[in-house]
Nanobody, 121 residues
Framework: QVQLVESGGGLVQPGGSLRLSCAAS????????MGWYRQAPGKQRELVAT???????NYDDSVKGRFTISRENAKNTVYLQMNSLEPEDTAVYYC???????????????WGQGTQVTVSS
């Protein structure tokens, strides 16, 4: 069984910073794309950022220049550095990964349980 566990959420004032971490554990052969989504109250889940195994990144326009996604393949971990946070960034943040467990020809989409980020004064 494979699981993703997020950490690093919390309450921060506008303009502040947080760093989210997400570590995968279990029977893992390889992890391809990893990333972060978020879901605010009453809204649909939306993509925040993704990163390929080789380090190619993609960001939603709303976070470009403020958020940075990175990963450590040896640790099966993805990070999200969030700077200049705004109240509109308040949401539950979920990490995901495309993970091969038994065969490199078969990847499962695995999700974390979510971590709350609240931006408020």
């Amino acid at each position: 069984q494979v699981q993703l566990v997020e950490s690093g959420g919390g309450l921060v004032q506008p303009g502040g910073s947080l760093r989210l971490s997400c570590a995968a554990s279990g029977s893992i052969l390889r992890i391809n794309t990893m990333g972060w989504y978020r879901q605010a109250p009453g809204k649909q889940r939306e993509l925040v950022a993704t990163i390929t195994r080789g380090g190619y990144t993609n960001y939603d326009d709303s976070v470009k220049g403020r958020f940075t996604i990175s990963r450590e393949n040896a640790k099966n971990t993805v990070y999200l550095q969030m700077n200049s946070l705004e109240p509109e960034d308040t949401a539950v943040y979920y990490c995901f990964g495309a993970i091969a467990t038994t065969s490199l020809n078969n990847y499962l989409e695995v999700w974390g349980q979510g971590t709350q980020v609240t931006v408020s004064s």
